[in-house]
C-alpha cells in the first residue's frame, strides 16, 4: 500500500494527526487522518496517510514515518492492546509521542462488509478522530517493567502451591492422610539430610512412587528459592520508586490486613492513579463494575465481565477476606451483605469493589485510610473476648441468616458466630 498526501492548502480545520496502527507481528499498518473542511462546509475526516511498513529486523522504517506526523506537530497515536505493543510504547516515549492503546474488542465490533488490515487501521483512525474510540493511559516502561515482575512472582508463587498441592495429594491417596503445613516442612528438612530413606521412612515402598515425591519435593525447593530472590527483586525496585514507595507506605501503614505482597500488587497494577478520570473507571477497570444489562426491569444478558485486570480483581478480592478479619466494622457490612444476598461470594464481591473505590480515593487525594468514614464505624479490634460464665450472661441462641434463593422457595440457615469468629492469621500475610 503506498502512502497518499493530500495538500496542505486543503487542511485548515484541524491541525492535530490522528495516527492508527494495526500491529501484526513483522508489519504495522499505520492510517493518519485530519480534519478538514469540505466544499460544503462540513467538517470531515480525510486520510493523510496510509502505509504498510514492515518491521521485521528493524523498527527504523516504521519510526521514520510516524516522526514525519508526529515530531514538533499536534497528534494521538493509538494501537490495540495486543500481546506485542510494548516495543511501540518505548519508541513512543522515547520520543515523546502521545500514545495510547486501544480496547482491543473495537475493531470486532465494526460490522465492515470485507475488512483488511487497512480497513481496520482505518477504522481506528476515524474513531479517533470522532472521539469515539475507548483508551488507555500506557504506564511509563520501569513502571510496566516492575509490574511485569509482579507478575512473574504470582506465576512462581502458583507453581509452589502446584507442588504443595500434588505432595498433599499423593500422601492422601498412597498413605491415607493429606501432608500440610509442619508435617510439610518436616519432610523437606529430612529429604535434605537423608535424601531417599526419609520417604521409605513415611511408609512409601519401592513401587515407583517415591520417585515422584523425590522429584516434586526438589521442583518445590527450586521454586521456593526462585521465589524468595524475586520478592527480594521486586521489593527493592518498588521502594526505589518514589511514586510506588509512596502509595505502598499508605496502604501498609493505613489498612489493617494489607500486607507487603498484596500492597505490591496495588501499586505496580494501578501505577499513576491520575490516569482513571473517575472512580467508575478504576472500579471498572478492578473487574468490580456491575456487567448486567436490562429493559423494562428484565434481563438482556451480560457484558464483558472479564473486561479489565484480573491481578487487581483477585488482590481486591484477597483484601476484602483479610480486613473482614480484622476490622470489626468490616466484617459487620460484610455479615449485612451476606444476609441480604446469600452467598458469600458475592458478599465478597461487593466488600472489594467498595474498597477499591475506597483505594482510589486513598491514592487519589493522598490521605490515610480512614476507617470511621468508610463504613460508618469506630475501629474496633478484634481481640478473643474474656470467658464469662452463664451466670454472668443470659445464654442466647445464635441468630439465624436467611439465605435467599430464587430458584428455589426454601430457605437456609447460617450460624452467624461461626461467620464472626475471628481467624489466626497475621496482618502482613497477603
Not at 156 to 174: F, G, T
Not at 262 to 267: P, Y
Request: charged share 25%; aromatic share 6%; hydrophobic share 40%.
Amino acid at each position: 500500500m503506498n502512502s497518499t498526501d493530500i495538500s496542505p492548502s486543503a487542511i485548515q480545520a484541524d491541525p492535530r494527526n490522528y495516527i492508527a496502527m494495526d500491529v501484526h507481528s513483522n508489519n504495522v499498518v499505520v492510517c493518519v487522518k485530519r480534519n478538514i473542511i469540505n466544499a460544503k462546509g462540513c467538517l470531515v475526516g480525510q486520510t493523510i496517510a496510509e502505509k504498510t511498513i514492515a518491521t521485521k529486523g528493524s523498527y527504523s522504517g516504521l519510526t521514520q514515518f510516524l516522526a514525519r506526523y508526529a515530531d514538533s506537530q499536534q497528534h494521538t497515536m493509538v494501537a490495540e492492546s495486543t500481546f506485542n505493543w510494548y516495543w511501540i510504547a518505548n519508541i513512543a516515549e522515547e520520543r515523546g509521542w502521545n500514545m495510547r492503546l486501544a480496547d482491543p474488542s473495537t475493531v470486532s465490533q465494526a460490522s465492515i462488509k470485507a475488512a483488511n488490515d487497512r480497513t481496520d487501521a482505518d477504522y481506528l483512525a476515524e474513531r479517533l478522530r470522532t472521539n469515539s474510540l475507548k483508551t488507555a493511559t500506557i504506564m511509563p516502561r520501569k513502571q510496566r517493567a516492575a509490574r511485569d515482575l509482579m507478575r512473574h512472582r504470582l506465576n512462581v508463587m502458583h507453581e509452589v502451591a502446584e507442588k504443595k498441592i500434588r505432595l498433599s495429594n499423593l500422601c492422601h491417596n498412597h498413605l491415607g492422610h493429606p501432608l500440610h503445613g509442619k508435617e510439610l516442612q518436616g519432610l523437606q528438612l529430612a529429604f535434605k539430610t537423608e535424601g531417599m530413606a526419609a520417604i521409605y521412612k513415611m511408609g512409601f515402598d519401592t513401587s515407583g512412587s517415591e520417585f515422584i515425591i523425590a522429584d516434586l519435593l526438589l521442583g518445590l525447593k527450586q521454586a521456593q528459592e526462585r521465589l524468595k530472590h524475586l520478592e527480594e527483586q521486586v521489593f527493592q525496585i518498588i521502594d526505589s520508586n518514589v511514586e510506588f514507595q509512596s502509595s505502598r507506605a499508605l496502604l501498609l501503614r493505613t489498612i489493617k490486613g494489607c500486607g507487603n505482597i498484596l500492597s505490591s500488587i496495588l501499586v505496580t497494577e494501578i501505577g499513576d492513579i491520575n490516569r482513571f478520570h473517575s472512580m467508575g473507571d478504576f472500579v471498572s477497570y478492578c473487574r468490580l463494575a456491575p456487567t448486567s444489562k436490562l429493559s423494562n426491569g428484565k434481563s438482556k444478558g451480560k457484558g464483558n465481565a472479564k473486561n479489565g485486570n484480573a491481578y487487581l480483581s483477585w488482590a481486591l478480592t484477597e483484601l476484602a477476606t483479610l480486613m473482614a478479619r480484622f476490622n470489626r466494622p468490616v466484617q459487620r457490612y460484610l455479615d449485612r451483605k451476606l444476609e441480604r444476598r446469600g452467598l458469600r461470594v458475592v458478599a465478597i464481591r461487593s466488600l472489594a469493589a467498595k474498597l477499591a473505590r475506597c483505594v482510589y480515593q486513598l491514592l487519589r487525594k493522598n490521605e490515610p485510610f480512614d476507617l470511621f468514614r468508610a463504613f460508618g464505624a469506630a475501629a474496633e479490634p478484634l481481640a478473643p473476648q474474656p470467658a464469662q460464665t452463664e451466670d454472668a450472661v443470659e445464654v442466647k441462641e445464635p441468630k439465624r441468616v436467611k439465605s435467599v434463593r430464587r430458584s428455589k422457595a426454601k430457605t437456609a440457615a447460617v450460624d452467624t458466630a461461626a461467620l464472626l469468629a475471628p481467624k489466626q492469621l497475621s496482618p502482613g500475610v497477603a
